[in-house]
């Protein structure tokens, strides 16, 4: 009898492990909600001064490396997209078990909501990176009271996901480059255009919140009160804006007045951002990496001044926020790089950055005489012979690697998880990077860059000497 039991409980241990191991496995694993979440947990306990919640609103727009840089303010996005306040309000109840902020801001974009419920997709977003718990339980209760048991164990809901299963799934987030060092901002590096802001300045009135938003909005206030952390309410800006959502915007500073909390309604703050809707909008509704740091550099000044944060900066236990700023720092030269079309100014961004690979390629008639294209490639550190005869040059910081001359050659050389084939024959040059020809111009410069820091490739580009080094994509 004995015996039974105790291979009854060796197998439902086995099989505990095993289900624990799948769930590890087919859990979904994206940026917008669970994420953050699932890396919060890692987070050192009550090393965490500032933390952002609310919508993508958040977690795009709020990039926790500029305040960092800036004031030395140790915050993280705690946010999902479309999270509607009920959920904001679980993030917050779950995040006080192991956190102890000096400051809450709430982002609340999302007071817009007037659904009793949203869809489901959104609910997975903003309830599966919570430990299961007593707040997991409410999030999901109040969010679709008919799937509670599912949405609880996950599993139901994510176990046809073994046809998309990639080797990120097997791996455990913390131990990429990122880890722990993510403070949970997702950056928008694209850029759209408009001639101007909505002007928001004219709409004075109010409208009543929908009853369930206002009621969690309610106990946020409430629950800012009772911890006794200093609570703030924000609106970021966005260039879709309408009246009726400004409206709602208005009742929110209402209701933070009544109750003391400090609301800064960004839609109507554009000049003080120094925001330009030519160049600082991803799109109609968010800002990209320009714009995210305006509005993060103004926050970190604000706080930093109402609140009298520490400034962490130097201290050892917070290297985390430093290398999260350094990976910022590197992936924003990357934008900038892509966004370079002029050769000379290309090649000067390229030596200046020290956790950059690249490939130079002069192909073809490289050189038309009329630039100094000699001369740069040689400040870099380019071989003179390649600046004569042309070939291919390779900088790293491993060391570098030159191939003088059109003769026929073969490299490979490995770019993270990529892989690069360098082959020059009869034919021409070809650049190989997983299998497609990146070459861009054939007579002229041809530029692969690689981050190093992020581990990311960066951008192929050609400068076409026939065409004054115009600039191939």
């Known amino acids: 009898m004995r015996k039974k039991i105790i291979k009854s409980t060796v197998f439902l241990l086995l099989a505990a492990l095993l289900l624990g191991r799948l769930n590890t496995i087919f859990r979904l694993k994206q940026e917008d ?93 903003n309830t599966f990176g919570m430990r299961f718990s007593r707040e997991k339980y409410e999030a999901v209760k109040v969010s679709t009271p008919d799937n509670l048991i599912p949405y609880l ?23 990429t480059p990122k880890g722990r060092t993510y403070k949970g901002f997702y950056p928008l590096f694209t850029t759209k255009e408009f001639d101007g802001f909505s002007d928001m300045s004219g709409v004075t009135e109010s409208r009543e919140l929908a009853p369930k938003t206002e009621a969690y909005l309610r106990k946020i206030i409430a629950l800012a009160e009772e911890e006794e952390i200093p609570l703030v309410f924000m609106i970021s800006p966005y260039q879709g804006i309408i009246d009726s959502e400004q409206q709602f915007f208005n009742r929110c500073g209402e209701i933070a007045e ?26 109609f509704s968010h800002l990209n990496h320009r714009g995210s740091t305006k509005l993060s550099a103004y926050l970190a000044g604000w706080l930093q001044e109402a609140y009298q944060l520490p400034d962490r900066r130097g201290e050892a236990d917070y290297a985390d926020w430093e290398q999260n700023a350094l990976l910022w720092e590197q992936l924003y030269a990357d934008q900038m790089l892509r966004e370079e079309d002029g050769w000379y100014d290309f090649l000067e961004k390229l030596s200046k950055d020290k956790n950059m690979t690249y ?23 380019m071989p003179v012979e390649i600046t004569e005869q042309g070939g291919v040059w390779i900088h ?57 820091l992020n581990g990311e490739f960066v951008t192929a580009v050609g400068f076409d000497a026939q065409q004054g080094y115009g600039c191939v994509r």
């Open 33 to 125: 909600g669970i994420l953050p979440m699932e890396i919060f947990y890692e987070q050192e306990r009550d090393s965490i001064d500032v933390i952002f919640y609310g919508s993508s609103h958040t977690y795009s727009d709020i990039n926790p490396a500029v305040l960092w840089r800036e004031a030395g303010i140790a915050s993280f996005d705690l946010a999902g997209s479309l999270q509607p306040l009920w959920n904001t309000y679980y993030y917050m109840k779950e995040s006080l078990k192991y956190q102890r902020p000096k400051v809450m801001v709430v982002e609340l974009v999302r007071a817009i909501e007037e659904r009793e419920y949203i869809e489901e997709a959104r609910t997975v977003t």
């Open 153 to 175: 164990l996950g599993y139901p809901v994510y176990h046809a996901r073994y046809t998309e299963l990639s080797g990120e799934d097997f791996e455990d987030f913390g131990d």
């Open 258 to 283: 009544e109750n003391g909390v400090p609301f800064l309604d960004f839609n109507l703050l554009y000049e003080e951002l120094k925001l330009n809707p030519k160049e600082d909008l991803a799109e």
């Open 359 to 381: 490939l130079i390629s002069l192909d073809g008639a490289f050189d038309n005489k009329e630039q100094p294209l000699k001369e740069v490639l040689t400040g870099m550190g």
């Open 396 to 452: 790293s910081p491993k060391g570098d690697q030159a191939f003088a001359g059109q003769a026929d050659m073969q490299y490979y050389m490995e770019l993270g998880d990529s892989d690069l084939l360098i082959r020059r024959n009869s034919v021409g040059t070809q650049l190989i990077l997983d299998r497609e020809n990146c070459l861009k111009t054939a007579n002229g410069i041809n530029v692969l860059a690689y981050d190093e």
